[in-house]
């Protein structure tokens, strides 16, 4: 079993559609947990971030953790044709040096 | 904050050729660094990290090696590229929030 699973995609939407993207993990010592955006041919960039169980919000998007059942997702609302790219979960343990497991990444395309 | 410039942001290179990527990082001292690969349907494959100057681990044993000659200073290398050794290039340092800041990558084809 990998440490982190999500599903590749793609995800097409319409414009206005409310978007959820997911991960699981296997690693009960993850305790941080983060979703990256990467545009078409550029770095991935820290989109949100947090550490405890429950829901963060930042403007359109939710960011969501369920330690209990290894389970991640980042909602999206009122999604635009700018939100298309590709999403990836990223989660540490955060002991010293340790770094960064990824998920594969999900494409989302939304379409106007 | 940190910022990470990478060079060339294209690149086609013959089988069998050399390969030599900079990322050099502004805005901390000292970092941590990280080169990652990510190819289609394989995500982000982490090859080499730094602690610091000299200090280099690898992740996956393979064609390319790593350097850091200076603080700020990642170097990715290989003495005869293969195929295989496609992909986009990522280097990668400590940011915000246990996140990583990463540079804008280098598109790697092998021909």
């Known amino acids: 079993q990998k440490e982190v699973e999500q599903d590749p995609g793609p995800l097409s939407v319409p414009e206005g559609a409310i978007v959820s993207l997911n991960c699981t993990y296997s690693?009960?010592?993850?305790?941080?947990f983060m979703w990256y955006r990467q545009y078409s041919r550029k770095g991935p960039e820290l989109l949100m971030y947090?550490?405890?169980?429950g829901n963060k919000e930042d403007g359109r998007f939710t960011a969501q953790v369920d330690k209990s059942s290894k389970y991640i997702s980042l909602f999206i609302r009122d999604s635009q044709p700018s939100d298309s790219a590709t999403y990836l979960c990223?989660?540490?343990?955060?002991?010293?040096?340790?770094?960064?497991?990824f998920g594969k990444g999900t494409m989302l395309l939304v379409s106007p | 904050s940190q910022t990470i410039h990478q060079w060339p942001a294209t690149l086609v290179q013959p089988v069998g050729s050399p390969l030599s990527l900079e990322c050099t990082v502004e805005?901390?001292?000292?970092?941590?660094l990280y080169w990652y690969r990510q190819a289609a349907g394989r995500g982000l494959q982490l090859l080499f990290y730094?602690?610091?100057?000299?200090?280099i681990s690898s992740e996956v044993p393979q064609n390319l090696s790593a350097s850091r000659p200076q603080d700020r200073q990642f170097i990715l290398s290989s003495k005869k590229l293969l195929l295989s050794d496609s992909g986009f290039y990522l280097c990668?340092?400590?940011?915000?929030?246990?996140?990583?800041?990463f540079g804008s990558g280098t598109r790697l084809t092998v021909v």
């Open positions: 990223a989660m540490t343990s955060f002991s010293g040096y340790s770094t960064l497991t």
């Open positions: 730094s602690v610091g100057i000299g200090q």
């Open positions: 947090t550490y405890s169980s």
């Open positions: 990668a340092c400590p940011g915000l929030n246990y996140g990583y800041t």
């Open positions: 805005g901390t001292s000292n970092p941590n």
């Open positions: 690693n009960s010592a993850f305790q941080y």
